[in-house]
């Protein structure tokens, strides 16, 4: 199967919550909101296109696990492609982790993508397990904490700005101790590649605990 670079999912809650979840890959275009709820996504991959975009409006809390694919979608088949009708899925995540010039496609899928991924909550922003992969810059807000903030981002351009706000703090949550006393290392962190600049910003703390830290 394929998508147009129009196709897109819009999820909309008017007093509850909105939960994404289920298909592996979702069209390259992503609205939802919920002013007076949660939004919770699980863990799948937005389609790739030049202009696609996520935007995700809580008005309580946020938690977020997705990635944006940056393939060549003129690389990847149609449902017209011969042969007709067999089951095709395509591999979105070949191009996982933005490390050096074999991680993007020629040119940038989204060099000329001006409008930045949005996760915006009236309470928390938080992240599950695995890292949000993002070709683009992405502005997260949170009315009280970010937390666990799980990330590779792709700035474009010298005046591109990923930001992460807190009403509260930025924050990762303190380890489980190992038997032995010991405090693990997490593999959450914050990377940045490309040019441009991340700004963190915390009305109270910003506290990277034992995460993999800021990299760029």
Do not use: C, W
């Amino acid at each position: 199967y394929s998508y147009s670079d129009n196709a897109s999912v819009h999820a909309f809650s008017a007093t509850g919550d909105v939960s994404l979840e289920g298909n592996k890959f979702y069209p390259a275009n992503l609205f939802a909101a919920a002013p007076a709820g949660d939004i919770v996504t699980s863990a799948f991959t937005l389609y790739p296109a030049a202009q696609g975009s996520a935007t995700l409006l809580a008005g309580d809390d946020l938690k977020v696990s997705l990635k944006m694919s940056e393939l060549d979608p003129s690389g990847l088949n149609k449902v017209s492609t011969s042969p007709l009708y067999n089951t095709y899925i395509p591999n979105l995540n070949k191009y996982s982790g933005y490390l050096g010039a074999s991680a993007h496609t020629p040119g940038l899928l989204h060099i000329n993508d001006n409008e930045p991924v949005r996760f915006y909550a009236g309470d928390d922003v938080s992240f599950g397990s695995g890292a949000v992969e993002l070709p683009k810059p992405v502005h997260i807000k949170a009315g009280n904490d970010v937390v666990d903030p799980n990330l590779i981002v792709q700035n474009l351009r010298d005046t591109d700005i990923s930001l992460i706000e807190a009403g509260g703090s930025i924050r990762y949550a303190e380890p489980v101790p190992l038997s032995d006393g010991k405090i693990p290392a997490t593999n959450a962190g914050i990377q940045v590649a490309g040019p441009g600049r991340l700004h963190l910003i915390a009305d109270k703390d910003i506290d990277l605990g034992s995460s993999d830290g800021v990299r760029s």
